[in-house]
């Protein structure tokens, strides 16, 4: 099969070495990848998971598309330093969170150079039997955290679905308000956020925003409740999620100490609710339906305390399906010899199914 090559290198000084390579090439795609090597240890969080994503996504397309070839570029290095432990580290916890199919590492990838002097390194991906995803996009709790689900877990969960054995009921389940701090313990069903002034002030900052958009902004995204509203929703009796009462940390009980709402309760509870556009929500009967069509998702609370503050409780329900932030899960292929695309989410959960029916 005939190589594909997926982006230009046309103005790089690889590219007389990549067409070299692409003539005696068997593997059947072939995609470029150009990295300096100062990536490797760089401390900037957010500049590292730019260049982590631009990775995962290519080698997520080779998994997904037949496996071939991800033809590396490290710029701006010493070019006789053939050490590969940086690049190993910087790129380690992505290539096995790409493994779906339960391959070992070694089964699915091998890198050599090519030329060291010229930086030029041949990451070799393997197929996957399964679907290889950059970000489930839906998370699952312990008592302790929350976190990805394996790919065993979500098939076994869709299999449970399709079998009648997932119920739930139909209205989030409500749970007592304390304000004694003694009685307040986190679990899989409760999640305690603590309302900092300063903090929230900091984010806000450089923008315009009312303070009710930027309020439910900051505890969608910098709180996280988007990814704790996807994995309360599967567990059973779902979860509260409250803002305005701190966690346990060692021997002092938590905080209640609320938020002082500079909005009415309507325009906040209103604009949660369009929040609720950006989730997506997977029925047993395989469809998929925006999060603000999913009955009673979530029921909003406020909690008036003395001092004149509100603790906000998100009650969420267990959900007969599997909800996703942003859109639904995310991987990618190669289409038309020449191109990166995102898996349609219909595509994605069919994939998961049918290789649960192997």
């Known amino acids: 099969m005939a190589s594909q090559r997926v982006d230009s290198t046309d103005k790089c000084t690889c590219w007389i070495s990549y067409k070299s390579f692409e003539t005696s090439c068997t593997e059947p795609n072939i995609i470029t990848f150009h990295i300096k090597a100062s990536n490797f240890t760089e401390q900037d969080r957010k500049k590292k998971r730019i260049v982590l994503r631009e990775f995962d996504t290519r080698v997520s397309a080779l998994r997904n598309t037949a496996g071939g070839i991800l033809f590396i570029h490290i710029t701006h290095r010493n070019i006789n330093d053939r050490n590969l432990s940086n690049f190993d580290q910087f790129v380690d916890k992505s290539l096995k969170n790409l493994i779906a199919d339960g391959c070992s590492f070694v089964e699915s990838y091998s890198r050599k150079w090519l030329s060291c002097q010229e930086g030029i390194l041949i990451l070799t991906v393997a197929k996957e039997s399964c679907v290889s995803s950059v970000s489930l996009n839906t998370k699952v709790c312990s008592d302790h955290e929350i976190e990805f689900p394996s790919t065993f877990e979500l098939i076994r969960f869709v299999s449970k679905g399709q079998h009648g054995v997932s119920e739930a009921p139909e209205n989030p389940e409500h749970r007592p308000f304390h304000q004694n701090a003694k009685n307040w313990v986190e679990d899989r069903h409760i999640q305690l956020k603590t309302f900092d002034e300063p903090t ?36 059973p009796r779902g979860g509260s999620y409250y803002v305005g009462i701190s966690e346990w940390k060692n021997q002092v009980p938590p905080d209640v100490h609320g938020i002082p ?7 906040i509870t209103d604009r949660f ?5 950006t989730v997506t929500v997977y029925d047993f009967d395989d469809t998929f339906k925006s999060g603000y069509e999913e009955e009673n998702i979530i029921e909003i609370k406020f909690h008036d305390l003395k001092t004149g503050n509100s603790v906000l409780e998100m009650v969420v329900k267990c959900v007969k399906g599997i909800v996703f932030y942003d859109n639904g899960p995310l991987a990618y292929a190669i289409e038309d010899k020449d191109k990166i695309v995102k898996i349609d989410k219909v595509q994605w959960i069919r994939k998961i199914r049918s290789w649960r029916m192997q």
């Open 200 to 235: 929230f002030r900091t984010y806000c900052k450089g923008n315009n925003k009312s303070w009710e958009v930027n309020f439910v902004d900051y505890v969608w995204n910098k709180l996280r409740f988007q990814e704790y509203l996807t994995c309360m929703s599967k567990v």
């Open 261 to 267: 709402l500079r909005s009415t309760k309507t325009n």
């Open 273 to 277: 609710k369009q929040k609720l556009s």
